[in-house]
């Protein structure tokens, strides 16, 4: 059975930080390509950053320079760390495989001014 659970997110000042991760299940894990998505209210859901199987990265603009995608291919495991964060930062924030084609629950992140 596939599982995506993402976890860490939370309420931050703007500047601040916070780790998201998610753990994955039932998923040829190193060979998959993972992305981070995120949701705000009344807006579609948008690509934040991707990692491939052999850690190539990609990031939206609007983020590059203050958020970092990893994975750790021995815990099954994929991070989001987002510096700097700003109000237009908030939002759920989702994980997703290439692979499964399956999505995380959500973690929502509030960045307050």
């Known amino acids: 059975q596939v599982q995506l659970v993402e976890s860490g997110g939370g309420l931050v000042q703007a500047g601040g930080s916070l780790r998201l991760s998610c753990a994955a299940s039932g998923i040829p894990f190193s060979s998959d390509r993972f992305g981070w998505y995120r949701q705000a209210p009344g807006k579609s859901r948008e690509l934040v950053a991707d990692?491939?199987?052999?850690?190539?990265?990609n990031y939206a603009d609007s983020v590059k320079g203050r958020f970092t995608i990893s994975r750790d291919n021995a815990k099954n495991t994929v991070y989001l760390q987002m510096n700097s964060l700003k109000s237009e930062d908030t939002a759920t924030y989702f994980c997703?495989?290439?692979?499964?084609?399956?999505w995380g629950q959500g973690t929502q992140v509030t960045v307050s001014s």
């Open positions: 990692i491939r199987s052999g850690g190539m990265t």
């Open positions: 997703y495989s290439w692979g499964a084609g399956r």
